[in-house]
């Protein structure tokens, strides 16, 4: 079962009441520590696995799952706590475990982490991490030049879970601190009318225009994305409303679940969550949330104009009617509903740029006006029962959230420690560097093929942090900035939500709308084309990612691009025979690929 599954088992009576007050415990623990002041790494980041435990190993578990969930919870949770009670004794060890007993417990910590991220998303991330462990623990046996000295048991051990690195490190250090936070808000947002919100702003703008229904989907996406940072979960909430209205308008089955999932995987590049990726590239990267922020704008902008030229492409073709009069809200509705993620939104922008506060303190401000919000609906009435029930949902959702992503970032550290521990990323990089010859353009091929399989298993944030990890030292080598680097890699993993085999948000939208999955994934595929493209056109036109440094430069450099991926867009969509489509295909790559000078 998922973490968003309902547990019976906590529907009513003590048992809802303490997964309730774990949930709260979870929220108010994690807003606490950014006004707390300094909180010691081995007490904030060994508690937030304490808080993640129980909702990935027993919350919706059932049967022998869930009673194995408790031992597991109860061993993982101990030994983070003696992590945290012990903390002053294990920073004099420098990462060495001390006796038999230490070891025991550190091994207990990384089997329960991953077998939490199994639970929480399945087998492959876990099995990545296994098989980095097995080559720290056995690669001295491997010869030639992948094999590594070797490293005590005890050195190994303790550099992964008693040091302020691997399972403590700096990603840890970015769920706790920041992503966590990102996810209460958007969970309080989430809970309130901010969704319809989304909604319907996106049918007033968008709604009579020709392929309205879709192009709403859109909009939606991009602003439900903004906020969620999860493809699944964006096709799941926005698609339960727009799929219908395509259905019903007569829009091709394969179109409308095609729109629903390129539109919501959108929400993983779009500022300012971008699925927790923007805070992982703060901490790997040193630059500012704010720079992250302007150089990811203006490249998931163009993401979502190619969607927008291909399904106006599409709209032409079929002739798919905009919604209704009766089917768009009224603007009563569009003003008052707005301003439920609007306020929150203005005040999180508010705190970053005009009181200039860290991204956390200035998100944790907006909860608190998001949650001022749960008091009233639309119909700007108090109801004390109807307010309670949204701050349940507020906390219960924000604390298996937090738990989801902690799942992920736990396990991904493992791996990133043990390339650290034993060298691996160095030579995976040079490998990298010798079989491209020294070359750009194939270490891109290269990356982008990596990328693309690692995502086809692994969620988008782990495969960016495992990639960037070994491929991007090769391309900051190779001449491209680390930001550049990084946005790359990070697009290119999330090119497996849509391309096959594996494309989860297809899979989603296909089963919701009752279409073949592979015809989506193709048609997907066609409208999703600037995904493939764009991380071209960055590393083409650096100037696209300068919005902070050259305003002017970067919205030229958009502009060029925007082109380019129109006719490439109308090209693949438009059937006015092949030599014109070819032309036209050929022109918009010479556009996206022709660097300015």
Not at 88 to 108: C, N, P, S, T, W
Not at 277 to 286: C, I, K, N, P, S
């Amino acid at each position: 079962m998922s973490l968003t599954t309902p547990d019976p088992a906590a529907q009513a009576g003590p048992v809802r009441l303490f997964w309730l007050g774990l949930a709260l415990a979870s929220v108010v623990f994690h807003i606490g520590l950014v006004f707390w002041g300094l909180v010691p790494n081995l007490v904030s980041r060994p508690m937030h696995l304490v808080f993640v435990l129980p909702w990935v190993l027993v919350w919706g578990q059932a049967g022998l799952m869930r009673h194995s969930g408790y031992v597991l919870a109860v061993l993982g949770v101990g030994a983070a706590l003696w992590v945290v009670f012990n903390r002053d004794m294990l920073g004099d060890q420098y990462g060495f475990l001390e006796g038999q007993g230490q070891v025991a417990i550190a091994a207990v910590l990384i089997l329960v982490v991953l077998e939490a991220a199994r639970r929480a998303i399945g087998w492959p991330l876990p099995l990545v991490a296994a098989i980095a462990l097995l080559y720290g623990l056995f690669g001295q046996y491997i010869p030639g030049r992948f094999g590594h000295s070797g490293t005590p048991i005890e050195s190994f051990l303790g550099t992964l879970t008693i040091a302020e690195g691997a399972l403590w490190g700096s990603l840890t250090q970015v769920s706790v601190n920041v992503v966590a936070i990102f996810v209460i808000f958007g969970a309080v947002l989430n809970a309130g009318e901010a969704g319809q919100g989304f909604m319907n702003v996106a049918s007033a703008a968008a709604g009579r225009l020709r392929g309205g229904a879709a192009k709403v989907s859109v909009l939606s996406s991009a602003l439900f994305g903004s906020i969620s940072g999860s493809a699944s979960a964006n096709v799941a909430s926005t698609g339960a409303v727009t799929l219908p209205a395509m259905e019903k308008l007569g829009y091709p089955k394969r179109i409308a679940g095609a729109v629903e999932a390129v539109a919501s995987s959108g929400g993983q590049i779009m500022p300012p969550l971008m699925g927790a990726g923007a805070f992982v590239m703060v901490e790997l990267t040193g630059v500012p949330y704010t720079g992250i922020m302007a150089a990811a704008a203006l490249p998931a902008l163009l993401y979502f104009w190619a969607v927008w030229v291909g399904i106006d492409g599409y709209a032409a073709r079929f002739d798919l009617r905009g919604l209704a009069d009766a089917d768009r809200p009224a603007r009563r509705d569009v003003l008052v509903t707005s301003a439920f993620f609007l306020v929150p939104f203005l005040i999180l922008l508010w705190g970053m740029f005009v009181m200039r506060v860290t991204p956390q303190y200035a998100a944790c401000l907006s909860i608190f006006a998001g949650a001022a919000l749960l008091l009233v609906g639309s119909d700007l009435r108090f109801n004390a029962r109807r307010a309670l029930e949204r701050a349940e949902l507020a906390v219960m959702t924000a604390a298996r959230q937090v738990a989801l992503i902690g799942a992920i970032i736990f396990c991904a550290s493992i791996v990133i420690g043990v390339l650290g521990v034993t060298g691996l990323g160095v030579k995976i990089t040079s490998l990298i560097l010798s079989a491209s010859g020294g070359m750009l353009w194939p270490s891109l091929l290269l990356t982008a093929c990596a990328c693309l399989i690692l995502g086809m298993e692994v969620p988008t944030t782990a495969a960016y942090v495992i990639c960037v990890s070994v491929a991007g030292p090769a391309l900051i080598k190779l001449g491209m900035e680390p930001l550049q680097a990084h946005l790359f890699v990070f697009w290119y993993a999330l090119l497996s939500t849509i391309t096959p085999p594996v494309c989860g948000a297809v899979f989603i939208a296909a089963g919701m709308i009752g279409e073949n999955w592979l015809r989506v994934a193709l048609t997907a595929m066609t409208l999703g084309v600037g995904l493939y493209l764009i991380p071209l056109g960055m590393v083409a036109n650096p100037g696209i990612t300068a919005l902070a440094e050259a305003p002017g430069w970067a919205v030229l450099a958009m502009v060029k691009v925007g082109a380019g991926l129109a006719l490439v867009s109308l090209s693949l969509v438009l059937k006015k025979g092949w030599p014109l489509r070819a032309a036209a295909f050929a022109a918009g790559l010479f556009l996206i690929l022709w660097p300015m000078s």
